[in-house]
């Protein structure tokens, strides 16, 4: 089995910061890509970053210079650094990962659960 936890959600004001955390567990052989994706109420999901392995980055455009990806390897965790906050970004943020379970398994994307995150005015 493989799990992924995230952690960090929460009601803030706008202007201000969260940091969420992901920490992916069980029968892991790699990871490749991890990322964190949202969905506000009535929207469908959507990309918010994704980092690789060697730490490529990529950002939708409305959260560049505001949010920064970052993962630790070694403790299979992504982290998402959020701030100057807006209400737009109230949703459900969910993290993903591309793992694979043995040497010889594809990569499969694997979700967490979601963490709530509100922005108020």
């Known amino acids: 089995q493989v799990q992924l936890v995230e952690s960090g959600g929460g009601l803030v004001q706008a202007g201000g910061s969260l940091r969420l955390s992901c920490a992916a567990s069980?029968?892991?052989?790699?990871?490749?890509?991890m990322g964190w994706y949202r969905q506000a109420p009535g929207k469908q999901r959507e990309l918010v970053a994704t980092?690789?392995?060697?730490?490529?980055?990529n950002y939708e455009d409305s959260v560049k210079g505001r949010f920064t990806i970052s993962r630790d390897n070694a403790k299979n965790t992504v982290y998402l650094q959020m701030n100057s906050l807006k209400p737009e970004d109230t949703a459900v943020y969910y993290c993903?990962?591309?793992?694979?379970?043995?040497?010889?398994?594809?990569?499969?994307?694997?979700w967490g659960q979601g963490t709530q995150v509100t922005v108020s005015s």
């Open positions: 980092i690789t392995t060697g730490g490529n980055t």
């Open positions: 993903n990962a591309e793992i694979k379970r043995s040497r010889w398994s594809t990569f499969i994307t694997y």
């Open positions: 069980g029968s892991i052989f790699s990871i490749n890509a």
